[in-house]
């Protein structure tokens, strides 16, 4: 809805109000408000990538497919900028003075406060104002929302006070009007009953619209039976706005809107108390994408309010200590690596391997102490090993889980499997990389595929499979059951393959005994045997092997070399590549660093900030957003083999970064 009425407002003094996206920021902490209204002085890691997002969490194609469930809607089409709030609003009332309406992007501005709807459905005297998310929910869960113990359960916390606030401001907005507050969500119980769903919406980088979606249909009828649910979430919203919940136990809905308000208009720094949990996961803080004049919203709180100068900043602290439950001790002033004892994190050995607050305990003596070098549990590992055979095998998963479904049949959420990648160690240090299998033709369901490929690499011998973390597990649980319905022509004989190298997980219906050959987690391994302190606590194997990398003499011996020099083949990379390599200053650059980018706006850190909200998903994020990108969008060939090329260089590192591993373990 464009009229004239646009131009005039955008000629009116720019509008400053607190917004929806501003308010959830400020209950994570009232200083982020603060940082984020001075962009260009303080560095945020979570840069905005609108396209990005939508490639990475289905957000905006959720979006598009929800609009057409409420069709004959009315979009108030304006770029979303501060001197547009009047523009939104008056457009809005405008709308809002027929008898029923359905308006997408429905704007509300009351005293400096600024919201804006999904959808917004009126019916009489009654607004039901719709909140669209691609977070999935499950009708047969009694407690989605509200736990036993009768508290808002943490998942849904950001997602009910959201909701709550766009509550409050249209309900100010028309007091003589019944507000009624919805959330419209992804059900994982219901099945697409179309092929080619998600193809339906395709994710477009230059598009001016705020969601950026090419839709293809305009008809509901054409997308099959509706995969969504709406809840009324009317009973909690009130006691919200009533503080019967509150998202901190001093502070009250409406203090909390008025705090933010007075930081968000007059630009004033709140001094919120810090907090471990908070500061911990604060995206205001400097890293290497950071130019120099940009300064970190961490450093600033800790100059404010605890007299921070260089030296505790220079200090080992206890924000990066591996599964630390911090609050108890910050909340003592215990911040400091050297001012803890064993006492303080309930230090309790095991018998087999590192417990998790021995491995914790090391890191604090190593950091504390500047002690650079690695931990090695020589024995422990030795005796691990004598139950592995060779020739060894290193797998790597890449999977996908999208909320509108690629295939009929399918439920919103379900993995799928486009790639693996397998190097074979063999007892006389011989390397290969033996198979890799992906699929980035749009609209395939690769799951069975995938699993047959991965059955003919891995039946030939008994030798021992190593995954990193749970995820390939997982996956093959997820396929089991996905073979189990299916009328796939070899489902007795993959089924019997998944069993024999993986174990049930917690929530398998009819689990499997463990079976000989289960998979060895490698990433359990390193828990339990090694700790390098230049990994920072971290068990990431994008962190593990560089810093394994920068001290390992065996690995920079042989990685400096060419592939083609050092026992190793490789089906991506030319002979005369070299796994280690050095900056101009003479650092070592992770081979991660050396990938071409299978997104070309950011990097693999920057990626996984756009996939917190994602469930299920392991560190391959960039992978996933490279395959959304395939799946979602038109490109030539040309493109699409470029990204292919790049995935299928990044899921052999991933194995290779295993074999890697597992050599220097062996070396000391």
């Given at each position: 809805l464009r009229t004239e009425n646009y131009n005039y407002f955008r000629k009116k003094q720019i509008l400053k109000a607190l917004s929806k996206s501003r308010f959830k920021l400020g209950l994570e902490c009232p200083n982020k408000v603060y940082y984020s209204n001075n962009p260009d002085v303080f560095y945020n890691q979570k840069k905005e990538d609108p396209f990005l997002e939508a490639l990475a969490s289905g957000g905006f194609q959720v979006e598009e497919y929800a609009r057409l469930q409420f069709p004959n809607g009315k979009l108030i089409d304006a770029p979303y900028k501060d001197d547009n709030y009047p523009f939104f609003h008056e457009e809005t009332k405008k709308l809002l003075g027929q008898e029923e309406v359905v308006i997408y992007e429905a704007g509300f501005l009351y005293d400096h406060l600024f919201v804006r709807t999904d959808i917004l459905q009126k019916k009489g005297n009654e607004i039901h104002l719709i909140e669209v998310k691609a977070k999935s929910y499950n009708p047969n869960d009694l407690y989605t929302f509200i736990t036993k113990t009768g508290k808002i359960d943490s998942s849904w916390k950001s997602y009910l006070f959201d909701l709550a606030f766009q509550t409050y401001v249209v309900q100010k907005c028309y007091p003589n009007l019944k507000v009624i507050p919805y959330l419209y969500l992804v059900d994982k119980t219901k099945s697409a009953t179309i092929d080619g769903l998600n193809q339906m919406f395709r994710v477009q980088k230059n598009k001016n619209k705020r969601t950026g979606i090419d839709r293809l249909v305009d008809d509901k009828a054409q997308l099959g039976d509706n995969l969504m649910k709406s809840i009324n979430l009317a009973h909690i919203v009130d006691k919200i706005i009533a503080d019967e919940f509150k998202y901190y136990d001093h502070l009250g809905f409406e203090e909390a809107i008025e705090l933010l308000k007075e930081v968000r208009l007059n630009n004033t720094y709140p001094n919120w108390e810090t907090a471990f949990s908070t500061c911990k996961n604060c995206e205001f803080k400097r890293d290497k994408q950071a130019t120099n004049h940009q300064l970190s919203g961490f450093e600033y709180c800790f100059q404010k309010q605890h007299n921070w100068t260089n030296i505790e900043?220079?200090?080992?602290?206890?924000?990066?200590?591996?599964?630390?439950?911090?609050?108890?001790?910050?909340?003592?002033?215990?911040?400091?690596?050297?001012?803890?004892?064993?006492?303080?994190?309930?230090?309790?050995?095991?018998?087999?391997?590192?417990?998790?607050?021995?491995?914790?305990?090391?890191?604090?003596?190593?950091?504390?102490?500047?002690?650079?070098?690695?931990?090695?549990?020589?024995?422990?590992?030795?005796?691990?090993?004598?139950?592995?055979?060779?020739?060894?095998?290193?797998?790597?998963?890449?999977?996908?889980?999208?909320?509108?479904?690629?295939?009929?049949?399918?439920?919103?959420?379900?993995?799928?499997?486009?790639?693996?990648?397998?190097?074979?160690?063999?007892?006389?240090?011989?390397?290969?990389?033996?198979?890799?299998?992906?699929?980035?033709?749009?609209?395939?369901?690769?799951?069975?595929?995938?699993t047959q490929y991965l059955h003919d690499a891995l039946v030939h011998d008994e030798g021992t499979i190593f995954r990193y973390s749970t995820h390939e597990n997982t996956i093959l649980n997820a396929i089991r059951k996905q073979l189990l319905a299916s009328q796939y022509t070899f489902k007795v004989e993959l089924i019997q393959f998944i069993e024999?190298?993986?174990?049930?997980?917690?929530?398998?219906?009819?689990?499997?005994?463990?079976?000989?050959?289960?998979m060895v987690d490698l990433c359990e391994v390193i828990k339990d045997y090694f700790y390098h302190p230049l990994t920072k606590g971290s068990n990431s194997i994008k962190k593990v092997l560089p810093a394994i990398l920068s001290t390992s003499t065996f690995i920079q011996a042989k990685y400096s070399k060419d592939i083609e020099y050092i026992g190793l083949s490789s089906k991506n990379f030319p002979k005369s590549h070299r796994w280690l390599q050095r900056d101009k200053s003479g650092e070592l650059i992770s081979p991660y660093d050396l990938l071409p980018k299978v997104y070309e706006g950011a990097n693999q850190e920057e990626i996984q900030q756009y996939l917190s909200d994602i469930e299920d998903l392991n560190d391959g994020g960039a992978a996933l957003t490279a395959y959304g990108k395939i799946q979602y969008t038109d490109m030539t060939n040309e493109e699409r083999n470029q990204i292919k090329e790049a995935l299928l260089k990044y899921c052999e590192l991933d194995t290779l970064a295993m074999v890697m591993i597992m050599e220097h373990l062996q070396s000391i």
């Amino acid at each position: 809805l464009r009229t004239e009425n646009y131009n005039y407002f955008r000629k009116k003094q720019i509008l400053k109000a607190l917004s929806k996206s501003r308010f959830k920021l400020g209950l994570e902490c009232p200083n982020k408000v603060y940082y984020s209204n001075n962009p260009d002085v303080f560095y945020n890691q979570k840069k905005e990538d609108p396209f990005l997002e939508a490639l990475a969490s289905g957000g905006f194609q959720v979006e598009e497919y929800a609009r057409l469930q409420f069709p004959n809607g009315k979009l108030i089409d304006a770029p979303y900028k501060d001197d547009n709030y009047p523009f939104f609003h008056e457009e809005t009332k405008k709308l809002l003075g027929q008898e029923e309406v359905v308006i997408y992007e429905a704007g509300f501005l009351y005293d400096h406060l600024f919201v804006r709807t999904d959808i917004l459905q009126k019916k009489g005297n009654e607004i039901h104002l719709i909140e669209v998310k691609a977070k999935s929910y499950n009708p047969n869960d009694l407690y989605t929302f509200i736990t036993k113990t009768g508290k808002i359960d943490s998942s849904w916390k950001s997602y009910l006070f959201d909701l709550a606030f766009q509550t409050y401001v249209v309900q100010k907005c028309y007091p003589n009007l019944k507000v009624i507050p919805y959330l419209y969500l992804v059900d994982k119980t219901k099945s697409a009953t179309i092929d080619g769903l998600n193809q339906m919406f395709r994710v477009q980088k230059n598009k001016n619209k705020r969601t950026g979606i090419d839709r293809l249909v305009d008809d509901k009828a054409q997308l099959g039976d509706n995969l969504m649910k709406s809840i009324n979430l009317a009973h909690i919203v009130d006691k919200i706005i009533a503080d019967e919940f509150k998202y901190y136990d001093h502070l009250g809905f409406e203090e909390a809107i008025e705090l933010l308000k007075e930081v968000r208009l007059n630009n004033t720094y709140p001094n919120w108390e810090t907090a471990f949990s908070t500061c911990k996961n604060c995206e205001f803080k400097r890293d290497k994408q950071a130019t120099n004049h940009q300064l970190s919203g961490f450093e600033y709180c800790f100059q404010k309010q605890h007299n921070w100068t260089n030296i505790e900043f220079n200090k080992p602290n206890i924000f990066n200590v591996w599964d630390l439950r911090g609050k108890s001790l910050f909340e003592q002033g215990k911040i400091f690596k050297e001012d803890l004892v064993e006492d303080d994190i309930k230090l309790k050995p095991q018998v087999d391997g590192l417990s998790r607050t021995e491995r914790q305990w090391i890191q604090i003596e190593k950091e504390r102490d500047k002690d650079t070098s690695p931990y090695f549990d020589k024995a422990g590992f030795e005796e691990a090993s004598k139950n592995w055979n060779y020739p060894y095998h290193f797998i790597d998963f890449e999977t996908s889980i999208v909320p509108l479904p690629f295939h009929k049949g399918r439920t919103p959420y379900e993995q799928v499997a486009f790639q693996f990648s397998h190097h074979i160690m063999h007892e006389n240090g011989r390397v290969e990389h033996a198979n890799e299998y992906v699929n980035v033709k749009p609209g395939d369901f690769p799951n069975f595929e995938f699993t047959q490929y991965l059955h003919d690499a891995l039946v030939h011998d008994e030798g021992t499979i190593f995954r990193y973390s749970t995820h390939e597990n997982t996956i093959l649980n997820a396929i089991r059951k996905q073979l189990l319905a299916s009328q796939y022509t070899f489902k007795v004989e993959l089924i019997q393959f998944i069993e024999s190298i993986s174990q049930a997980t917690k929530n398998t219906a009819n689990p499997w005994p463990i079976p000989e050959r289960n998979m060895v987690d490698l990433c359990e391994v390193i828990k339990d045997y090694f700790y390098h302190p230049l990994t920072k606590g971290s068990n990431s194997i994008k962190k593990v092997l560089p810093a394994i990398l920068s001290t390992s003499t065996f690995i920079q011996a042989k990685y400096s070399k060419d592939i083609e020099y050092i026992g190793l083949s490789s089906k991506n990379f030319p002979k005369s590549h070299r796994w280690l390599q050095r900056d101009k200053s003479g650092e070592l650059i992770s081979p991660y660093d050396l990938l071409p980018k299978v997104y070309e706006g950011a990097n693999q850190e920057e990626i996984q900030q756009y996939l917190s909200d994602i469930e299920d998903l392991n560190d391959g994020g960039a992978a996933l957003t490279a395959y959304g990108k395939i799946q979602y969008t038109d490109m030539t060939n040309e493109e699409r083999n470029q990204i292919k090329e790049a995935l299928l260089k990044y899921c052999e590192l991933d194995t290779l970064a295993m074999v890697m591993i597992m050599e220097h373990l062996q070396s000391i």
